[in-house]
């Protein structure tokens, strides 16, 4: 079974603190994917990568950004915490185009 | 501009009653269609997809849903609801034309609650 590991389940910072939200996948999957979920907002795509070093913004780019140096892991970087960016964050997977993506179990990231 | 706009933000059905989770696109190339479910505090898991073919397509948990190309919609049902249904479902489109790598878009959501 494909697991999607979220490092954190809670996260509380400050602003303007650099954060970084780690994601790692077990199944060689190509493309992995940050979102985050508001609510009445749905999911909003903010990065995705479709291979290791490549990377493609999403809708909501501004202020984050990714790190993919290896296949199985893909870190979301906070540059400068804002409280706006108070949110969950959900990480996820698949192995190419049009197959299902998994997903981790999110981060709720809260900054004070 | 590619959406995915699910109508009702909010639904409470009966346990045993029927169901249907409404979902229409914006998209001008051939759609790739996906309903996923969150239980609370967890992931999300697919339901079910559509590429091409028949336009009923089955899920797991006893769903379905319907492709309708005139209505760009891709709405979910059910015949009998359980309890353990009730969860925020998520309509997503899949982006493939030109220029596209694949990005998956979501609607808003709609949060099902179930009374006994």
């Known amino acids: 079974d494909v697991k999607v590991t979220q490092s954190s389940r809670y996260l509380v910072k400050r602003t303007g603190e650099k954060v970084f939200l780690e994601c790692v996948q077990d199944m060689d999957h190509e493309n992995m994917f940050w979102y985050r979920q508001d609510p009445g907002l749905g999911l909003r795509l903010i990065y995705f990568s479709y291979d290791v070093k490549m990377k493609e913004k999403g809708d909501i780019p501004e202020g984050y950004s990714v790190s993919r140096e290896k296949k199985e892991r893909f870190s979301l970087i906070l540059e400068s915490a804002s409280t706006n960016q108070t949110s969950m964050y959900l990480c996820?997977?698949?192995?190419?185009?049009?197959?299902?993506?998994?997903f981790g179990n999110g981060t709720r990231l809260t900054v004070t | 501009a590619q959406s995915v706009t699910q109508p009702d933000i909010h639904i409470t059905v009966s346990e045993g009653a029927s169901l249907e989770l409404r979902c229409n696109y914006s998209y001008g190339a051939t759609p790739y269609l996906f309903w996923y479910v969150q239980s609370p505090g967890q992931g999300l898991q697919l339901l079910l997809k559509y590429f091409s073919g028949d336009t009923l397509v089955q899920g797991i948990k006893g769903f379905e849903a319907e492709f309708k190309r005139s209505q760009s919609s891709f709405n979910l049902r059910k015949p009998s609801v359980h309890w353990s249904d009730a969860a925020e479902y998520f309509c997503a489109v899949l982006l493939t034309g030109s220029g596209n790598t694949g990005k998956l878009i979501f609607g808003q959501g709609t949060t099902l609650q179930v009374k006994p």
């Open positions: 996820a997977s698949r192995a190419g185009v049009g197959s299902p993506l998994h």
